[in-house]
């Protein structure tokens, strides 16, 4: 999300998952200033000491989409089916609405995300 006129691009989508106590996962449609699209995937990690976050991002873009997404999910099946085939991988898919009382950290980790977008 711009916050002011000094921002190169703007989120114009974004889909939160979390992924246990103390990490979150943010996938962000960014729009440029030329009206061009590219993916911020963004790993945050609430740390062990209570000191705010770590944060890991990878910058996608469109030309690149069809390649990652093929080669994610070729890794993803090879270990599903070839490495662990017996793991039950829905054990936590209902893992969200168990944690509910989580959100407003994870809410407040977003609204730094979009802060830190500024460039």
Known sequence: MEKDGNARSSSVYSHKVKAGRKRTYFFDVMRTKGNDFYLTLTESTRRSDG?????????????????????????INHVKQDLLPDYDYDQFAHRESQEGHHDEVHEEDHDKHDEDMKW
């Open 51 to 75: 000191n705010g976050y770590t944060r890991h991002q990878i910058f996608l873009y469109k030309e690149d989409f069809n390649r990652f997404s093929e080669g994610l999910l070729d890794v």
